[in-house]
């Protein structure tokens, strides 16, 4: 039995979903995606899942695990990751995890160490607060925060939970991991971008954004980001129908170039043109022979 994990990885619009397709097809491979997004219920065109085609021609894991109103941190990914490895790994199948979410991938690539479990209620109790509320909390509690999750709420709840940022982590990837980013200049990612933000208006998200507000309201964990928060502002009012375009265009090129510093700061990453990874895949294992 095989027992390496491959990592597709790399930033929003890169092409990262095609080429692990195509390559766990050819090894026989599935998918955990590694995304903070896809994982929310009846989100989908917002969050450019895998469609039902691709989720036929290779099993898909890590979509469609929670509803909008719930929350899910990065320790209860690396739980459900690290399960879902081991039985596609006893199925004689080959793990790939693929996905922009740094902080997911990291936690399966460095084996994360994470503490206890919530106290539900507690945790709901935290839900129910703002920003400002958690971070002064954070300040009581004597809790540092990196600049990078201030304004994430999942991470600073975690954070409270825990007592801290958890830091209990190998300073190594773990050794049956091949890592792959799969590289895209600033240019063409704009380009991909602007084009997928137009296929989603195109496809219906401005309906599906409505009817997931309707249903769980707008101020919910699984719509703070992405094109929700601006379509939301289309809808009020606040914004015209080409600015909403434009501002989606820019948060998601902001997302990638953020996804992309995170990226880079892991120097074990080989970075790979979509269509140079099959070879180095076939150099690296007899995996493709």
């Not at 091949?178 to 602007?194: C, H, P």
């Not at 101020?219 to 009020?236: F, H, L, P, V």
Request: glycine fraction near 6%; proline fraction near 3%.
């Amino acid at each position: 039995m095989n027992d390496k994990i491959i990592f597709i990885v790399g930033p929003t619009s890169s092409g990262k979903t095609a080429v692990s397709i195509d390559l766990a097809k050819k090894i026989g491979g599935e998918i955990i995606c590694a995304d903070s997004r896809t994982l929310y219920k009846g989100l989908d065109i917002g969050t450019a899942k895998p469609d039902e085609k691709q989720k036929k021609e290779v099993a898909h894991w890590g979509i469609d695990l929670i509803y909008p109103n719930e929350s899910y941190s990065v320790a209860d990914f690396k739980l459900y990751a690290t399960q879902k490895i081991e039985e596609i790994s006893r199925r004689n199948k080959t793990p790939f995890i693929v996905g922009g979410s740094g902080l997911y991938v990291d936690s399966i690539l460095f084996d994360y160490k994470f503490g206890k479990l919530p106290n539900i209620a507690y945790r709901k109790r935290l839900e129910n607060l703002n920003f400002e509320e958690l971070i002064n909390i954070c300040s009581q509690k004597k809790i540092d925060l990196p600049s990078s999750i201030r304004k994430n709420k999942r991470y600073i709840i975690r954070a409270i939970e825990q007592g801290g940022i958890n830091d209990n982590r190998r300073e190594c990837p773990i050794d049956n991991a091949i890592i792959i980013g799969i590289s895209v200049d600033k240019n063409t990612a704009r380009e991909r971008i602007s084009t997928r933000i137009l296929n989603m208006i195109k496809y219906g998200v401005i309906d599906e954004a409505i009817a997931v507000a309707n249903k769980y309201g707008w101020d919910n964990n699984a719509m703070s980001g992405n094109i929700y928060s601006i379509i939301r502002d289309y809808i009020d009012g606040k914004i015209d129908y080409n600015t909403m375009i434009d501002l989606s265009v820019l948060k998601d090129y902001h997302l990638f170039k953020r996804q992309m510093t995170w990226l880079k700061r892991n120097k074990k990453i080989v970075w790979l043109k979509p269509e140079k990874v099959e070879e180095f895949l076939l150099n690296k294992t007899n995996m493709l022979q």
